[in-house]
């Protein structure tokens, strides 16, 4: 392995768990995510020549090398399109080291990619000195995952990894990335909330979520909108005989999200954490039924949460695998734990991880070093 000298700037960036607003940060929508404790690090130093090396803590017996004129959307790799997409999306001219660390569990659901291009956008934003801020990085890491990988995701993950605070949700506006924040604070209600891991990973997420995509660009179309935040759920209902059945269940739920997102808004504010849970499980129940993302494995965990006594439970992310959360009393929160694990080795499904996490802050600098 070559040489690696000391970075010029250290920067990082949070996972995500959504409490509520699913599968509509693409149809312009409110969603209401909060930035995790786990973190992806970047370590960056700036080159002479036009060479970019990439590793990984986690992955210390390879090392990729590549060069600025190679960097091209659509390219065929692993992990390291991730950093590269962020290279080019960010227009970056000069060789550079980028060493990752972190903590943010992979593959959960948890937004560890989202992590890792916002740490290595904020790092680069600092050594270049590009001015960006944080909805136009935002906006170029969602064009690095969506050109460059090829992933067709929304704005939510990058936005809530750039933009979140300690202490709060995010309420971002999907249509024009404008936020505020809503203060959580489960704890001092003697409230956890639950993240489950259920380690599933079924194979169909990337072409089922374009999927669901193009039946709610589809529905737009055919009611002559440019998304479906343009419509209440009176004139959507009015409006079924223009759509197929799919493309109404999808519109569906879609608006009944928004509309369950802006209400735990206000309960949040309140403090009616009952109110809450009950829309986080309404919005499973959409989820599952209408848009139908959602699998064994995120129903089972789901359903047992409730069934010991959570105030409400729903699947995160993207679905088809990945995680859940569970909005519980702190007492009640090993009972719960350990009725899913049982649900789960029952059922011969493997065996989820458990994670807590409060509010924590979004990406930042950590530190920019002299030389
Ligand atoms: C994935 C996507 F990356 C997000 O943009 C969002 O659509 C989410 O699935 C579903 O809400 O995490």
Known sequence: MS???????IASAPGRVNLIGEHIDYSQGFVLPFAISFRT???IRRREDHVIRIRSQQRLDEEISSSIADLAPGSQGGWE????????ALGINSGVDIEIDGDVPLGAGLSSSAALECAVATGLNELFSLGLDKKQLALLTQKAENLY???????MDQS???????????LLDCRDLSTSLVPVDLGASDLELLIIDTQARHALVDGEYAKRRQACE???SKLHISSLRDIEMPALVASKKLLSEEEFKRAHHAVSEMARTLEAVDVLKRK???ALGSLITESHVSLRDEYEVSCLELNCAVDTALAYGALGARMVGGGFGGSAIALAE???IEAIKSAIADAFKSAQFAEPRFFASLPSEGAKVIKRLDR
């Open 3 to 9: 040489e690696w000298l000391a970075p010029d700037v």
């Open 81 to 88: 399109r991730y950093v590269l997409g962020v290279i080019w």
């Open 160 to 170: 809530v990894s750039l933009m979140a605070e300690a202490g709060s949700a995010l």
């Open 41 to 43: 690090t970047a370590h």
């Open 218 to 220: 589809s529905a737009c």
């Open 330 to 332: 702190q007492g009640q």
């Open 272 to 274: 009616d954490f009952a």
């Open 149 to 155: 990988v090829g992933v067709p995701c929304g704005i």
